[in-house]
């Protein structure tokens, strides 16, 4: 299937749409939780989870990188070969996730000043993600916890609200997976594939790769540049 600019600007769309309305629905959530006389605590200059790996749908990751100024654009080139050559020999998502947080770090869009450089166009994977406990617990690493401080940790947690056992609310959360999973649906209507990823490495693709223009071409474009410039790997990029 060949497919027109007009596609993407369709994806563009309804990304914006459905961070608009995930942003209301965050608001509106943690304030009602908050008039219970419960907390949230994120707010600005607030970035332990920054350090989490970012995935998103393809148009995310498109409205990312048409905001990116050069140097935010050779951040994220960094950033992604880095990671490239971290995950190779590495196939469980758990171990994926401990080494993005160990070896690679914050993620390449904060600025000096500690804040989001792309706020207004964050991933819905960014946006989903409130805490019920102090940001320490966000850059914690749990492994190195004794058992009695992950019991008191797990017994501290609000289990009515939280996507168990993490400190995250869990009903925000599943509203950005079907987003997420809208986009992608929408995206294979119009394309006949999606792709979800690396937000840092599909950046970098689109920017440097082409990545949309080969999307455009169909899925096996996509496949043929994702593979070309070396980021055929499952645990960074599907194409579906
Ligand atoms: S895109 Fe922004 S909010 Fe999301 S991890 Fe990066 S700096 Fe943080």
């Not at 050779?74 to 080494?99: F, M, N, T």
């Amino acid at each position: 299937m060949t497919a027109s600019n007009d596609a993407m600007e369709q994806l563009l769309n309804l990304v914006k749409q459905q961070q608009a309305f995930l942003e209301m629905f965050v608001r509106s959530w943690v304030s009602d939780y908050r008039s219970g006389g419960r907390n949230i605590f994120c707010g600005k200059g607030c970035r332990n989870c920054c350090s989490l790996a970012v995935h998103t749908g393809f148009a995310e990751a498109l409205a990312v990188a048409r905001q990116l100024a050069q140097p935010q654009a050779d951040a994220i080139e960094g950033y992604a070969l880095k990671l490239r050559g971290l995950v190779q020999g590495i196939s469980e998502l758990p171990q994926y996730l401990r080494l993005h947080r160990q070896e690679i770090g914050f993620c390449p869009l904060l600025n000096e000043a500690g804040e989001c450089s792309v706020y207004a166009v964050r991933p819905i994977t960014c946006r989903s993600l409130i805490s019920t406990k102090e940001s320490s617990w966000c850059g914690a690493d749990f492994s190195q916890l004794t058992a009695a401080d992950r019991d008191a940790f797990v017994a501290s947690l609000d289990r009515k609200v939280v996507a168990f056992p993490s400190h995250y609310v869990a009903v925000l959360q599943e509203s950005g997976k079907e987003f997420e999973e809208a986009g992608a649906k929408k995206m294979r209507a119009l394309l006949g594939f999606a792709v979800y990823g690396n937000l840092g490495v599909l950046v970098h693709l689109i920017l440097k790769h082409g990545l949309a223009e080969a999307a455009l071409k169909g899925e096996a474009a996509a496949a043929e540049a994702i593979a070309k410039a070396g980021f055929d790997h499952p645990l960074l990029i599907t194409v579906s």
